[in-house]
């Protein structure tokens, strides 16, 4: 039964992620406003079916916060201060998402001993992403500075238990992070540097996949 409802709510966000993507390519604002609610609590349904755990729960607890970050991120052009709080909510994601990581069993070395160009890689990133948001970030540029070292942090762990789970389970993990980093990272550009075509389209698609994908590791590595 737990399977069953893992694959509905899993089938269930896959949907209304579609009907959000083509409500922002359609200009349909009321559906906009409509599914994104909707996103994370269909993810964090197909987590709850899984055995209570620690693990679980720090995942809902995440899934919960991105939900609050939705939802500010919806209303940041009727007050400024929704933007910090959405911020807020989803620096509090990454944080947890790391904690879960880094909980996860180390079987194997870290994928950074023999790989250490992956670490350069992703500081390089980071560095290079703030060197061409500084000049535009005026008051948050300590809020902003402060979630680009969180979120390549989050994927930093993704990539160093890659060796102590399942292949698939790690290409899930990796892939999310990832897809995560470049979600926030098109909304930076978009919102500090110049907007740009399918901007909110581009963004949503890779926060949602990368939900997703964090959520399927999630699953696969509860059965292992």
Request: hydrophobic share 60%; charged share 10%; with cysteine.
């Amino acid at each position: 039964m737990k399977l069953f409802l893992q694959r509905y709510f899993l089938g269930a966000f896959v949907i209304v992620t579609v009907l959000h993507l083509c409500a922002i390519v359609f200009h349909y604002e009321d559906g906009r406003f409509f599914t994104k609610p909707l996103l994370m609590p269909l993810l964090a349904a197909a987590v709850f079916n899984t055995a209570t755990s620690l693990n679980r729960n720090i995942i809902i607890v995440a899934l919960l916060f991105s939900f609050a970050g939705d939802c500010f991120l919806m209303f940041d052009y009727i007050n400024p201060s929704f933007f910090i709080f959405g911020l807020l909510s989803f620096l509090l994601t990454h944080v947890l998402y790391i904690f879960y990581f880094l909980k996860l069993k180390e079987s194997n070395p870290s994928i950074f001993k023999t790989n250490i160009w992956l670490l350069v890689l992703v500081l390089g990133y980071g560095f290079a992403l703030l060197y061409l948001l500084f000049p535009h970030l005026g008051s948050l540029t300590l809020p902003v500075i402060v979630y680009a070292i969180i979120i390549c942090s989050m994927l930093l762990a993704a990539l160093h238990i890659y060796n102590s789970v399942s292949k698939t389970t790690a290409c899930f993990f990796v892939t999310g992070a990832t897809l995560f980093v470049v979600s926030d990272s098109l909304l930076a550009i978009n919102k500090f540097m110049h907007p740009f075509n399918l901007a909110s389209f581009l963004i949503m698609l890779t926060y949602c996949a990368a939900q997703y994908f964090i959520v399927k590791g999630f699953l696969l590595n509860q059965k292992a």
